[in-house]
């Protein structure tokens, strides 16, 4: 099994909490995102939409990061990522969507870089966007949750796994966590957790410091 990616991709840093929550070995790839390697005709060959992360197991070459954990799901049953009643599981999967789909991509590398490049907006306004959106989703989220334990539940389900990523982005932004004590509470219980502190960007082979 072999794994295409970016320490500091939100969508990797997904991937790999969940190959460790299912204690999976995987070979790690680096794909420099701030270098342009996604955008080689070798990397394009592999994954045509140039983004990672891009999972290579059994002959197969799997894209998107939510596909890539439902299909390590399907693939490795035994420590599902969504689990429990089918509303337990709708709600895993909404808290997952909203973090994944409405809230990650609006400040992903290539956004920021086409605000600051085509759009031609300031540091300052292309901050205050990246804000406002992870804000937003933040907002939503903190009310999605439960009192106690983790996203849905007593373990890390997949809500969870896109969460964690989420809130280290927030934190590079300078968002306020206090904002969001329960959030904040959920993060300080996976932090204590091998599967999330090992797949942190700061220890990844490819980290780079700012």
């Known amino acids: 099994m072999k794994l ?7 969508a990797s840093y997904r991937v790999r909490i969940a190959l460790n929550l299912k204690g999976l ?27 990672v992360p891009a999972l290579s197991h059994d002959g197969h ?17 035994d420590r599902q990522l969504v689990v429990g009643t089918a509303v337990n599981r709708a709600k895993i999967r909404a808290i997952a969507a909203t973090v994944a789909c409405d809230t990650q991509p ?15 907006v300031s540091d300052e306004q292309r901050l205050k966007w990246t804000q406002h959106w992870i804000s937003d989703g933040l907002n939503a989220v903190e009310k ?33 966590m206090s904002a969001y004590p329960k959030l904040s509470a959920i993060e300080a219980r996976c ?16 980290f780079v410091a700012d």
């Open 191 to 206: 932090e204590t957790l091998d599967a999330f502190a090992d797949a942190h960007p700061s220890v990844q082979p490819d």
């Open 61 to 77: 070459l799997i894209t998107q990061s939510l596909a890539i954990m439902a299909y390590l799901d399907e693939t490795f049953p």
């Open 106 to 120: 609006l400040q992903n590398l290539r956004v920021l870089k086409y605000l600051s490049g085509e759009l031609q």
């Open 4 to 10: 295409f990616g970016y320490f500091r991709s939100s």
């Open 25 to 51: 070995a995987c070979e790690q790839v680096a794909i420099n995102l701030k270098a342009g390697e996604q955008l080689s005709e070798e990397y394009q060959a592999l994954n045509p939409q140039r983004l």
């Open 144 to 176: 999605m949750v439960e009192e106690e334990g983790f996203c849905v539940g007593s373990i890390p389900t997949l809500a969870d796994v896109c969460l964690i990523p989420q809130i280290y982005n927030a934190r590079r932004f300078n968002i306020d």
